[in-house]
């Protein structure tokens, strides 16, 4: 078979420890034997973002919004313990932070269903989306450690010198300050994003902060959602009969435990980082969620929305053989080369990855799986659990067979 050429380089980022080895085996084993892969390199890795001051993150996202279309391995956000162990000159911010604030886009994340493997939520039926605001609130955060007694003061100076301050809090000890923002632009680019993507879907949008208690913060974004589904799409959502709801987020979280699915949840940066995984893992396993940040001028990061399991690396690294999940990896490189398939006109690359998505489900709904969905597998044919490349290599025979 001849490999199905491509015209213009996807943007590959490499990650770190387990998933940067599932990474590499998945290029090996199903997808440069069959494709002619054109990429444009860079190395996320920590070690590498060392060397480079980060810049290499920097660099990244100019070249994904160079080319339109990127796919993105798990990387580490370093913590104080990592700080240490990869003798770090500093805490550098997260990747996905850093790319998200460039690209200024919203992640979209829906679990891939599976016969065999239920819900842990009986009453859902259908993918719930998880709609995420991906710039700015925690993730952009200014951080303050308090070392005693004062004063701790919120100022803005405007451009033409007025001022606005107000005091935090008065400390009478030790303690912690942060300084979130967002900005209106990228407030209703998530918003026109999560309504559009309703209407291609056709699909429910619901929509939750706390604006009960953030009045400004959480309430701006509130008001400008409503203001722009009733300027330009309440009309759209009424003729498809599908609807734009809102609540408070400890409400929504009750609704959706309680619902069918089938619908979209749009959050808050922090809100949808939390809600992805909750809902990720009672539809199956962290490694059954895709994840695509999609930017207002139409560019795509795809990437695993789980972490670079660890665990399994240290494993890995004594010479142990390992059951790691590669799905959401593997389905990051299928969504990213059908995009590019889709943006170039090549149909073959579009067929390929439906075809390489058929059969990584084909894989498991013939009792073939890592060793997470094991333990939640209710079909008829037995479990066998088998090793990371032993799955590959599985799905590698279904794909021939649907190829031939």
Not at 161 to 177: C, E, S
Not at 224 to 236: H, L
Not at 341 to 358: M, P
Request: some cysteine; glycine content about 8%.
């Amino acid at each position: 078979m001849e490999k199905i050429k491509m015209t213009t380089p996807l943007v590959e980022m490499d990650g770190d420890e387990m998933t940067r080895i599932l990474w590499q085996q998945i290029k090996d084993e199903v997808i440069l034997p069959y494709v002619d892969l054109k990429t444009e390199y860079y190395d996320l890795g920590l070690v590498h973002r060392e060397k480079t001051q980060d810049q290499v993150t920097v660099d990244a996202a100019n070249a994904n919004k160079k080319y339109g279309v990127a796919v993105k391995c798990a990387t580490i956000t370093p913590n104080a313990q990592r700080v240490k162990e990869y003798n770090l000159s500093q805490m550098w911010k997260s990747p996905n932070g850093t790319i998200r604030a460039i690209l200024d886009g919203t992640v979209f994340r829906a679990p891939i269903m599976v016969k065999g493997i239920s819900p842990v939520v009986r009453t859902w039926q259908k993918p719930i989306t998880i709609a995420r605001h991906a710039f700015g609130d925690v993730y952009r955060a200014t951080e303050y450690r308090v070392p005693g007694p004062g004063k701790a003061e919120l100022l803005f100076t405007g451009a033409d010198g007025t001022t606005f301050r107000q005091t935090i809090n008065d400390f009478d000890g030790a303690g912690v300050i942060q300084g979130q923002f967002n900005k209106d632009s990228s407030i209703s680019s998530f918003a026109r994003s999560c309504f559009q993507f309703a209407v291609d879907t056709k699909q429910d949008l619901w929509f939750s902060t706390k604006d009960t208690i953030s009045k400004q913060y959480d309430h701006t974004f509130k008001d400008i959602f409503q203001e722009i589904y009733d300027a330009e799409f309440k009309d759209q959502f009424e003729a498809l009969g599908i609807e734009y709801f809102y609540t408070l987020i400890d409400d929504a979280v009750a609704r959706v435990i309680r619902s069918k699915g089938g619908f979209i949840w749009a959050c808050k940066n922090y809100d949808g980082d939390v809600m992805s995984d909750m809902v990720s893992t009672a539809f199956g396993s962290l490694a059954m969620m895709t994840s695509v940040l999609v930017s207002p001028d139409g560019n795509y990061e795809y990437e695993a929305a789980h972490g670079t399991v660890t665990r399994h690396y240290y494993k890995y690294l004594k010479g142990e053989e390992t059951s790691t999940n590669p799905v959401a990896t593997l389905f990051a490189w299928t969504g990213a080369l059908r995009k590019r398939g889709e943006l170039d006109g090549i149909d073959g690359l579009v067929r390929f990855a439906d075809a390489l998505e058929k059969a990584t489900i084909d894989t498991i709904e013939s009792g073939v799986m890592t060793g997470d969905l094991c333990a939640m597998w209710e079909g008829e044919t037995p479990a066998r659990k088998v090793t990371s490349l032993q799955f590959l290599q599985e799905i590698r025979r279904h794909l021939d067979e649907a190829l031939a």
